[in-house]
Structures are given as structure tokens and as C-alpha cells.
């Protein structure tokens, strides 16, 4: 068969092959682009599949449930069908209208949070319709769906699958049918997949359980059966959408928001359509918007003070017919106001002329017209820059080294003055690209004629001088409509809004899970001695805010070998693949983790050690590193903030490992004492023919611990707390007497079963003491409980 590439030589210019090449080509729809790129939304294994469906459709339950404050109850269930796997997952969530269910489930990019700026599970409405298109082209069968939105209503109940040419839902059933759930949603799809992956299935949930404690998740398989119990009833924060943030934004967005906005001046556009931006902030932009649109024009410095200058005499002579006593006024108070100036600019001369003629008309009843205003103005103008050199020549020397030449300085400050003089605007009106190319110009010519070069560094202290001494001009900048229709002056907005310092976007479009649940999760899942949760404060990456969460769980029933444990999240979503791609791996790597108690090779790469590292990143755009969504890209930002967030928690290890060190050290000595104390008392005894010494309140000396003792006599029990330490101990102690001691001053007794607790909680300053009394027969029995102080620092004698 002859190629097309064979015959381009052929009939050149007649089109016959573009006509035919013309004739095979046709838009596709996303479905079909997803058919045969399925590996692109993680389907690229049936392992990996199964895992990901399961994924998508607890993702969907958990949103579903949480935007109707309903606490989630998650039901998970595979099934072997033979040639295929069987998914089927229920919620108890608000349920979804008859006519929403096939597009929710049958149509790609479909969905009600992709353009909401607020955190979310899931936002391009690909997830659970990908797993719907995955079951059809690999089973051939239909999803089932059912639905129910409230106790009164019928089940909804659907088979569908997708038309992959148009992206449109195929209903092969709809009906009603009786379900027992007051409300919710099920769907059962079938695919061709295998258990490989059932570790990272089990993973998932787990994951998903310790992320979401307020969640009820129960899942079943053919060889396991979990239940993930809720550990908290606190749903997360309700998220509120926001407007998109002007450091955020690109120019075809813009653009698009121009075109679309009510809005006419573009600071009212500023202030409609983006978050944090008020007034004064759309002013700032705006004024920005003038420097870049129109340039900024130079101040100059009017000469000294005195009754005859140069304004004088050139404003005198360029206004006629209006008698010399009005002249004289008009031309002496335009100079007096520009002499009262620091700095002048031309837009400024053309006030204080505008301002002098109106009291010139006023008090003499003459005409200051358009011309003469303008002739006056030029007058002024020219007298006023006749000798620009002298003033840039101090401006040029306030910010160049001291070892430069005054001949070289003066040079260049005289072709900086020459390239203001010789613009075609009169108005010495610049962009800040005019200012760099005047100062590079006059820098290679200084260097040409006096040998003496001005480097790169010199020249941005000249640029930024001059720049400084600029002034905004006070023209009306452009209009909606006219940005809208021309690309460079809406770059030239966007770049405004990117220089302006501008508020970071608010956070109530986010909700973390907090250091307390954090904590919480970890703790109902992972059976630790030590755990730790930090929450960072909000940042924002390309105008999105995020927070990033790190939680660490420490020793307990933990596996001491190999590497730790890490669980990564992106807005309460576990991430069970693609770790080493994963910028939150990358982050973990590179931090020296022996510093904080857990051994790492090398000092780098993945710590080792009975641990569980957890990520969280919570923003309105999470920057995975594919449509799958396995992996957080490395963005400097958020991985600057993981750090931090990791190291805040490794610190609280970091103390609590040292703490057991210095307690294990405690236990040995104490050990040692145990056995050495009671040999020297019994000996001592025998020499001196004394009873024998008190061991405990010996051994709470000697170890600086705090002794808790209870004697006994005559029916009156006295408890005291002796602090032997320089420290103060806030202690929690709790007397059970199978007698009622009656009122304890300084305690509080409760009845319980026909025992007494006796709850003391005393605070004992270094070297004090406290104690409490109650009396009781001679045959009552006590126990005690002492908390509030780890044990090696405690001595009971009770």
C-alpha cells in the first residue's frame, strides 16, 4: 500500500492529499480519549484498578456525605464473580436526583466543583464515571446504580454505561425499587481485576480512616473483613467558595474574566472579580497599570528661590495681550509654586499653571485660554529642564562607588540627561524598559569615550534612583472594554496585579483536620507510645492557598525494622502509589532525621525506625503530578511548608526521646539503689540496734523523687506528697477505700459499686509538701493511683 509520505511529490499543489488526509480527520470526545489512555486516570493494571475505583467512589461518598453534614457511613465490598471482581460501595449521603444520576455517572467532566475554588475531594468530574467507562471495557457490563434522596421517596435505580464517541450516558434500565436506606447511594460495577494490590487496598482504607476520623468505614473482601470506627463526631469545617487571586491568575484567564465582567473601569473589575482586592488595593493596581501603560514622568528640581528666575522671565515672555501687572501675578505665582517643590513633573506644572490662571481670570477678569495656559506651560517646562545634568549628576553619585572617577560621573550623568532631553515626549515620560535602555546606552557610551565602566550592578542602582524619582501619571487609565480587546494592555494589567503586595487569598475555602484530629486518627488506628500533630499556617502557590499537616506516631506496637511508615494525603485522600514521585518523599529524604531520633543512613534518604510519618496537604488546587492523581508535584512552596511542618512534629519526638533516654537512665540507677539500699539499711540496723530505716522514703531522696505515702493511726488516715525534687509536681491521685471516709477537706470523694474515690489533685512546689486527712475503721482496705508524673519519678509508700 503506497504511504502518504511516498506520494507528497505527487500533483504538489493540487491538494489532493490534503484533501484526502482532510476526509480521516474528526474530533474526539473525552471519553474516547480516556478509552485509550486509561493508564492516565490509574488504570493501568487490573491491581491498580480495582484500587482506584474503590478510591473514586469512597472519594464521591465521603464529599457527597460531608456537603450534607451528614457524619459519612461507608460500606466497601468486593466480591470474586468468576472472570471478574465485583465493587460495590454504599453511603448513607444525601442520595442524587433521577435526572442527575446518568450524568454524574455517565459522562466525563461532569460535575459541580471544578470551577469552585474551595477544597475538595474530587473536581474534574472524571473519577467514578473513569471507573464506570473502565467496568464497561473490561467486563462489557453496565454500572448499576442505586439512589435514594430522602425517607418518603423510592430508590431510584439505573444500568448505564458510556457512549465513548459522545461522551453521553447509555441507559440500558431505569426504574424505582425499594431500598432500606432512608437515603444514599450504591454502585455496583464489575471489572476485570485481580487482588494483588490487596495491601494497598486494606492501605486505603486505613488511610482513609485515620484521615477522616469522623467517618464510619466498613470494608469486606473475600479473604478480610475491617471496621474503621469513627473517633470523633465533629464533621470537617465547612469550606466557602472564593475568587480567584490576582497573584494567581494567567492572560488567557484574564482576558476571558475582561470580556465576561458587568464591570466598566478596570478598578471596578479588580474588585468584582478577585478575592482580597478593595479599593486601595485596585488603586495600587491600577496605578502600577499607568507606570507599565503610559511610563512614569522624571521630577526635576526647580532652581533656588528668588524674585526674577528663569520661570519668571520665560512665562513672562511667553503670555501676551493680558497687561503686565496680571502677567507678573500669573508668571511670579506659577513660579513661587514650582519653587516650593521639592521635585516637579510635567503633569504637576500643568496643574500649578491650570491653578495660577484660574486666579489670574479671577481677580482680573482677563481670559487665560487653552493656548495661553499651554504656552505658560512650556515656558515653565523649559526653564525648568533647560540643565537636566546637574540634577541627575547627584543622583548618579548618591548610588555609585565612591571610587569612581567625577569626571566619569559627570559623563554619564550628562548622556542619562541627554536621552531625557532628545524624547520625542516632551513630557520626559518613560516606562521603566525606557529607563534601563537610557542608563545601558549611557553606560557603553561612558565606557567608550572615558574608559570607565559602569557594571551591571551599578546600572540597577542608577535604573531604581531614577525610577524612584518618577512620578505616576495622573491620566485615566484604560477602560474594560478597550483592555479586553487589546493582548498588551491586559499583559500589562496581569503584570500590574503580580507586582501589587496583595492580601493572601482567605482560608475558609479550606479545612484542615487540625492537630487534635490529626492526633485522633493516628491514635485509632496505629497502637504508638508517642504521637504528634502541627498544623502550619495557610500559603498560597499560584494564587491557591493550601495547609500543609505532618503527624508522627512513635514506638508501641510499630515495626522497629525497616523503614518508617509514611501516609500521604491531598485533601483527606490517601495517596497509595507512585511514593518515590512524590514530593512530599523528596522532603522526608532530605531532612537529617537523626537529629531527631531515628536512625537514617548517611544522614539522608528514608528514615528507619518504629514509625509513622503522616502528610496532609489541604488546598483549593492540589498540583499532582498526573490526571491519576498519585503524587504531589514539587512545588518549592508547598514542599517548603511540609518541611516545616514535618520538623515542628519531630521536635516534640525529639523531646520525648530524650526524655525516655534520661528516664531509662533513671530506672537503672533506681535499680541499682532497689538493690543496694535494703543490704546497707539491714546492716546499719544490726550495728546500731535501731529499726530498720525506711527504704522508700530513703530511695525518693536520694533519686530527688516525689514521695506519696499514706500511715495510718488511730483510725485517721493521713495521704501526704513529699517533693524531694527542685521542680514543681502537679499530681492526679486517686484513694479507693471500701469505707466512706466521709468529707475530705481539699478532695473530692465519690461513691462507686460500695467503693469510696477519694480524687486529690495536689500541686507541690520543690521541696514542699501537702497532705490530706480522713479517718476510717482499723479493717479498712485502700488502694491507690498515682498519676501525672512519669513513674521513675514517682516513690509510692502506700
Known sequence: MTSF??????????????????????????????????????????????????????????????????????????????????????????????????????????????????????????????????????????????????????????????????????????????????????????????????????????????????????????????????????????????????????????????????????????????????????ANVVDNLRDRHFGREMTWRPPEKHEETDIVAEVTAATSNKGSSVTKQFATGIADAIESTERVAHSEVVAIVDEQADAAEESSGKSFGATARENAVAAAWYALTRERTADVYAIVDEVTTSRKDDAAVQGMARRIADKFENQEDTRNRATYDDVEAFVERAAEMTEQADDVTFGETAQENIVEALWAMMVTVPDDPPKVKETA??????????????????????????????????????????????????????????????????????????????????????????????????????????????????????????????????IHVASTNVPFTSESKDAVANVPEIEDEIELALREAARELKSYLNKQRSLEKRRRKQNVLVDILPEMARKLSEVTGREPLNIDDSLARIMNNVLVERSVEGGTVKLAVLNHGDTNASLDITEIVDEDPGDVEGATVVEMDGEWFIKWKPDVPGGDEAAIEYSVTDEASFDISVEGLESEKVTVNA
Open 485 to 614: 480587546n487589546d493582548r498588551d494592555i491586559a499583559a500589562r494589567l496581569l503584570e500590574a496585579m503580580r507586582e501589587t503586595d496583595i492580601l493572601a487569598p482567605p482560608t475558609d475555602c479550606l479545612a484542615p483536620i487540625t492537630e487534635e484530629l490529626v492526633s485522633a486518627g493516628l491514635k485509632k488506628e496505629y497502637d504508638a507510645d508517642f504521637y504528634a500533630a502541627a498544623t502550619r499556617d495557610a500559603e498560597v502557590h499560584g494564587g491557591d492557598p493550601f495547609i500543609v499537616e505532618a503527624g508522627i506516631a512513635y514506638g508501641g506496637d510499630l515495626a522497629a525494622e525497616g523503614n518508617v511508615e509514611v501516609l500521604r494525603f491531598a485533601n483527606r485522600v490517601p495517596l497509595v502509589y507512585r511514593l518515590g514521585a512524590c514530593s512530599t518523599t523528596d522532603v522526608i529524604k532530605r531532612i537529617n532525621w537523626r537529629n531527631y531520633g531515628l536512625d537514617q543512613t548517611g544522614g539522608k534518604g528514608m528514615p528507619n525506625g518504629p514509625a509513622v510519618l503522616m
Open 5 to 282: 509520505q511516498s506520494r507528497l511529490g505527487e500533483g504538489a499543489g493540487d491538494g489532493a492529499v490534503a484533501e484526502e488526509l482532510a476526509q480521516s480527520q474528526r474530533s474526539i470526545s473525552i471519553a474516547e480519549f480516556f478509552e485509550k489512555n486509561k493508564q492516565m486516570l490509574g488504570f493501568d493494571s487490573g491491581a491498580k484498578a480495582l484500587v482506584t475505583a474503590v478510591k473514586e467512589a469512597v472519594d464521591n461518598a465521603l464529599d457527597a456525605t460531608e456537603e450534607a453534614g451528614i457524619l459519612p457511613d461507608i460500606y466497601v465490598e468486593i466480591q470474586d464473580a468468576g472472570d471478574y471482581y465485583r465493587l460495590i460501595v454504599e453511603d448513607n449521603g444525601p442520595g442524587i436526583t433521577k435526572e442527575q444520576i446518568p450524568k454524574v455517572f455517565g459522562k466525563l467532566l461532569y460535575g459541580s466543583r471544578f470551577h469552585a475554588r474551595e477544597q475538595s475531594r474530587g473536581q474534574q468530574g472524571i473519577g467514578i464515571s473513569a471507573a464506570v467507562l473502565y467496568s464497561q471495557l473490561t467486563s462489557g457490563k453496565p454500572a448499576k446504580i442505586t439512589s435514594k434522596t430522602g425517607s418518603n421517596n423510592p430508590a431510584q435505580y439505573f444500568e448505564l454505561t458510556i457512549d465513548t464517541d459522545t461522551n453521553e450516558p447509555e441507559v440500558d434500565h431505569a426504574g424505582e425499587r425499594s431500598w432500606e436506606r432512608p437515603h444514599g447511594t450504591r454502585i455496583e460495577l464489575e471489572m476485570e481485576a485481580n487482588m494483588r494490590a490487596r495491601q494497598q487496598l486494606e492501605a486505603y482504607m486505613k488511610y482513609t480512616a485515620v484521615v477522616n476520623p469522623h467517618a464510619r468505614l466498613e470494608y469486606r473482601e473475600p479473604k478480610s473483613h475491617h471496621k474503621y470506627e469513627r473517633a470523633t463526631d465533629q464533621l470537617p469545617a465547612e469550606t466557602k467558595e472564593i475568587r480567584p487571586h490576582p497573584h494567581g491568575v494567567e492572560l488567557g484567564t484574564v482576558l476571558k474574566m475582561l470580556s465576561a465582567t458587568d464591570s466598566y473601569s478596570v478598578s471596578g473589575f479588580l474588585q468584582e472579580e478577585f478575592t482580597r482586592v478593595g479599593a486601595k488595593t485596585a
